[in-house]
């Protein structure tokens, strides 16, 4: 859909061109025609008016409120019942109406977008509904059921329409929801549907949520229940630290199971998916967390506070959730068997690609050290110092993928986490403050001069690439 901004950036060249004769009056009229030069005066009016019936809308919402609020105390239950539910059937039919209304596709899909706005405005109506109804029927209920049961309302209504506005609000209810209730997990809760959603929401999110982004074909989406998933996910490890599994083994599986599992994700493992649509998506949080994992256990007194306490230090966590781990890591398994096993294109050889042979590296390593240092032996001189290599590693790869591919995202992404290992280090260790300001300096003129030169460097090799 072409927008009104580049019609008339259009519409100003081409009267240039006819000016300087590059183009005659045919060509004109024929891009005049094409892409309606005439009805660009007219749209900005008809925005005005469009701005002037939402103001009033606004109003005559904020009327109609005041007057349900004002006589809400002396209205029966069943009118109560219905003014909800007519206002809910009312704006999401109008919504629907006319967001599957064909567009014209030089306009802006005037029609389209209210119906999309009507759509979302009815989402959130579906919150004050279950509110108001729960009040009406006298029926209480926590806040974070409030949004889980709304989120879950909103994202069947992007299901049947593969809006991803509605996809974008359910995934953030849900979201708000599970993070309000999540400390309920921790205690001892009576049996409901709903405690059982919060407690499998890892499940919900990996099979409902993500089919969801493929629906829409969003990225937004994806990202956004990977943000759910993966806390959910370490929360689900936590009911193993009442079993009798080593705690050095258990804080292992905690820092490289999530890390892991995005690494070896593939698209192409769901059924009638044949493009790997979100793949770099997920490599990159897992780098993403690894950067954040390599800077957090990098520091000495991170590793002198890690001392394993042999006392009972059970909590109360359902082992129901386990269910949720054990999927999730056949998931795992199964997908890191599939970066190891022939491809099409090497089908006599078995092993990982050189850049998944190094995350595996930093996998086996980072989980190893955490197993020998609660385990076997405390070594926190030793693992601060691997992990700063590991973090050193991780930079400096980040920084030559990012010249090698031009990449913007991977070679900032180096400069930041390097320059971050530095500081830090400055700032964790007695050093003199004309030393932190050396340091700061150097790193300040450091990232200008990188900076500048790998713009000269993107420069050169888009020149390159377009002759």
């Given at each position: 859909?072409?927008?009104?901004k580049?019609?008339?950036?259009?519409?100003?060249?081409a009267?240039?061109?006819?000016?300087?004769?590059?183009?005659?009056n045919?060509?004109?009229?024929?891009?005049?025609?094409?892409?309606?030069?005439?009805h660009?005066?007219?749209?900005?009016?008809?925005?005005?008016?469009?701005?002037?019936?939402?103001?009033g809308a606004i109003?005559?919402?904020?009327?109609?409120?005041?007057?349900?609020?004002?006589?809400?105390?002396?209205?029966?239950?069943e009118?109560?019942?219905i003014?909800?539910?007519?206002?809910?059937?009312?704006?999401?039919?109008?919504?629907f109406?006319?967001w599957?209304?064909?567009?014209?596709?030089?306009?802006?899909?005037?029609?389209q977008?209210?119906?999309?706005?009507l759509?979302?405005?009815?989402?959130?109506?579906?919150g004050a509904?279950?509110?108001?109804?729960?009040?009406?029927?006298?029926?209480?209920?926590?806040?974070?059921?409030?949004?889980?049961v709304?989120?879950?309302?909103v994202?069947?209504?992007?299901?049947?329409l593969?809006?991803?506005?509605?996809?974008?609000?359910?995934?953030?209810?849900?979201?708000?929801g599970?993070?309000?209730?999540?400390?309920?997990?921790?205690?001892?809760?009576?049996?409901?549907?709903?405690?059982?959603?919060?407690?499998?929401?890892?499940?919900?999110?990996?099979?409902?949520?993500?089919?969801?982004?493929?629906?829409?074909?969003?990225r937004?989406?994806?990202?956004?229940?990977?943000?759910?998933?993966?806390?959910?996910?370490?929360?689900?490890?936590?009911?193993?630290?009442?079993?009798?599994?080593?705690?050095?083994?258990?804080?292992?599986?905690?820092?490289?199971?999530?890390?892991?599992?995005?690494?070896?994700?593939?698209?192409?493992?769901?059924?009638?998916?044949?493009?790997?649509?979100?793949?770099?998506?997920?490599?990159?949080?897992?780098?993403?967390?690894?950067?954040?994992l390599?800077?957090s256990l990098?520091?000495?007194?991170?590793?002198?506070?890690?001392?394993?306490?042999?006392?009972?230090?059970?909590?109360?966590?359902s082992?129901?959730?386990?269910?949720?781990?054990?999927?999730?890591?056949?998931?795992?398994?199964?997908?890191?068997?599939?970066?190891?096993?022939?491809s099409?294109?090497?089908?006599?050889r078995?092993?990982?690609?050189?850049v998944?042979?190094?995350?595996?590296?930093?996998?086996?390593?980072?989980?190893?050290?955490?197993?020998?240092?609660?385990?076997?032996?405390?070594?926190p001189?030793?693992?601060?110092?691997?992990?700063?290599?590991?973090?050193?590693?991780?930079?400096?790869?980040?920084?030559?993928?990012?010249?090698?591919?031009?990449q913007?995202?991977?070679?900032w992404?180096?400069?930041i986490l390097?320059?971050?290992?530095i500081?830090?280090?400055?700032?964790?260790?007695?050093?003199?403050?004309i030393?932190?300001?050396?340091?700061?300096?150097?790193?300040?003129?450091?990232?200008?001069?990188?900076?500048?030169?790998?713009?000269?460097h993107?420069?050169?090799?888009?020149?390159?690439?377009n002759?």
């Amino acid at each position: 859909m072409i927008n009104e901004k580049f019609r008339r950036q259009l519409r100003h060249e081409a009267q240039l061109w006819q000016e300087e004769q590059i183009i005659d009056n045919s060509v004109y009229q024929q891009l005049a025609t094409r892409y309606q030069f005439n009805h660009l005066e007219t749209a900005a009016s008809s925005r005005f008016v469009m701005i002037l019936m939402g103001l009033g809308a606004i109003l005559l919402g904020l009327g109609v409120i005041t007057f349900v609020a004002a006589n809400w105390q002396d209205w029966s239950k069943e009118l109560k019942v219905i003014l909800l539910l007519s206002l809910f059937i009312g704006v999401n039919a109008a919504g629907f109406y006319l967001w599957q209304q064909p567009s014209d596709t030089l306009e802006v899909g005037r029609k389209q977008r209210l119906g999309q706005g009507l759509l979302i405005f009815g989402a959130l109506i579906l919150g004050a509904n279950i509110a108001l109804m729960g009040q009406i029927f006298h029926q209480s209920g926590s806040a974070h059921e409030l949004f889980l049961v709304w989120g879950i309302g909103v994202l069947v209504m992007s299901y049947s329409l593969q809006l991803t506005s509605l996809g974008f609000l359910g995934l953030l209810l849900y979201g708000i929801g599970y993070w309000i209730g999540a400390s309920n997990l921790f205690s001892l809760q009576p049996f409901s549907i709903l405690n059982l959603v919060l407690e499998h929401t890892p499940l919900i999110a990996g099979f409902l949520f993500i089919p969801l982004a493929y629906r829409c074909q969003s990225r937004v989406l994806f990202i956004m229940t990977l943000l759910i998933l993966i806390p959910a996910l370490q929360i689900s490890i936590f009911p193993l630290f009442n079993s009798s599994l080593p705690e050095g083994l258990i804080f292992a599986i905690l820092f490289v199971f999530t890390p892991a599992l995005l690494w070896s994700y593939d698209d192409t493992s769901w059924p009638m998916i044949d493009s790997r649509l979100f793949q770099r998506s997920a490599k990159t949080l897992s780098i993403i967390l690894l950067a954040i994992l390599f800077f957090s256990l990098s520091f000495n007194g991170f590793w002198n506070d890690l001392i394993v306490d042999n006392s009972d230090n059970s909590m109360f966590i359902s082992q129901f959730i386990l269910i949720d781990f054990y999927v999730f890591l056949g998931i795992m398994f199964l997908q890191w068997f599939q970066l190891i096993k022939p491809s099409a294109i090497h089908p006599n050889r078995w092993g990982f690609d050189s850049v998944t042979s190094v995350i595996a590296g930093f996998l086996g390593l980072t989980g190893f050290i955490c197993f020998w240092h609660l385990q076997i032996h405390a070594i926190p001189e030793i693992a601060t110092f691997l992990f700063n290599v590991q973090m050193f590693i991780l930079a400096t790869g980040l920084i030559r993928i990012g010249l090698a591919q031009t990449q913007r995202f991977a070679f900032w992404g180096g400069m930041i986490l390097l320059v971050s290992q530095i500081m830090s280090r400055t700032f964790e260790y007695n050093t003199e403050l004309i030393l932190k300001a050396f340091v700061f300096t150097l790193c300040g003129v450091g990232v200008i001069l990188a900076g500048l030169w790998f713009e000269r460097h993107l420069l050169a090799a888009a020149r390159t690439q377009n002759r």
